[in-house]
């Protein structure tokens, strides 16, 4: 299929302004994609989701986000339980094996996250226009003009999500719509891999950090797993932050 939505060419420097004009002259939300890679991935994906877009919003809005947290994290405390079984039940001598990462586990660890004191030490920016090695703005990025109601909408009409961990459009929209309520959360870049918001009311406290942390580990394993290691550090990224980054695998 070809992609169905109106595409930008930019130079990425331009991305974020442009994205603002777009939606001032147009209306609906305009999004940041990344590469042409992106979309022939989002192509791709649309093809593995035979819904309607209005199914999907409709999908959406049945969804309870806080009953959906708590069967994530149901699902994660069972899994966690069955390892933890196998492990037991393994038959192998700890005492005559050394474990090498052990070691120099203390060398390798980084620097600990402290968390911000005021708004103005909060960490965050959008980054999807940028490589990520160097932090050089991109050549080129695509932005799509997305003719949604509403923001939270967004993963219903690129059907973006259902890979590996990342949840599927319906659920991706319904957990959206959650934070665009409570938190003003709006989806700036959804690339093949990313999807990144900026926060209009981030949260204030150590405990609300906490809280949204441990949700945004439920929605997106891969970015404590394998970025910052705890939900707790995870939690000192978000206090005050203005903007969101979610990364699956």
């Known amino acids: 299929m070809t992609f169905p939505y109106p595409v930008h060419h930019v130079p990425g420097a331009q991305a974020l302004e442009k994205r603002a004009q777009l939606q001032q002259e147009n209306g609906g939300f305009a999004v940041i994609l990344g590469s042409e890679e992106t979309l022939e991935f989002l192509e791709e994906n649309a093809e593995f989701h035979e819904e309607s877009t209005d199914d999907l919003i409709r999908q959406a809005l049945e969804i309870d986000a806080l009953q959906w947290f708590a069967d994530q994290q149901a699902e994660m405390d ?3 339980e ?3 079984d196998d492990a037991a039940n393994d038959e192998f001598d700890d005492e005559s094996e050394s ?3 052990s070691e120099n586990e203390a060398e390798n660890e980084s620097e600990p996250l402290e968390w911000p004191d005021s708004p ?5 920016e959008i980054i999807s226009h940028q490589d990520i090695l160097t932090g050089d703005f991109l050549d080129t990025v695509i932005l799509a003009s997305i003719p949604a109601q509403e923001n939270w909408q967004i ?3 690129l059907k ?3 890979w590996n961990a990342c949840p599927p459009p319906a659920e991706m929209a319904a957990i959206c719509k959650f934070w665009q309520e409570r938190h003003g959360t709006q989806i700036v870049c959804a690339t093949a891999d990313v999807l990144e918001m900026q926060v209009a009311r981030p949260p204030q406290t150590k ?3 906490l809280e949204l942390a441990q949700q945004q580990y439920l929605f997106c394993n891969d970015i404590v797993d394998q970025g910052v290691g705890d939900v707790e550090s995870l939690a000192k990224t978000l206090l005050y932050s203005p903007v969101w ?4 695998d």
């Open 78 to 80: 069972a899994d966690a």
């Open 82 to 84: 069955e390892w933890a």
């Open 99 to 101: 474990d090498p990462d």
């Open 120 to 124: 103005d030490k909060a960490q965050g």
């Open 155 to 157: 993963p219903c009409y």
């Open 160 to 162: 973006l999500g259902g």
């Open 207 to 209: 405990e609300e950090a």
């Open 245 to 248: 980054y979610f990364w699956w």
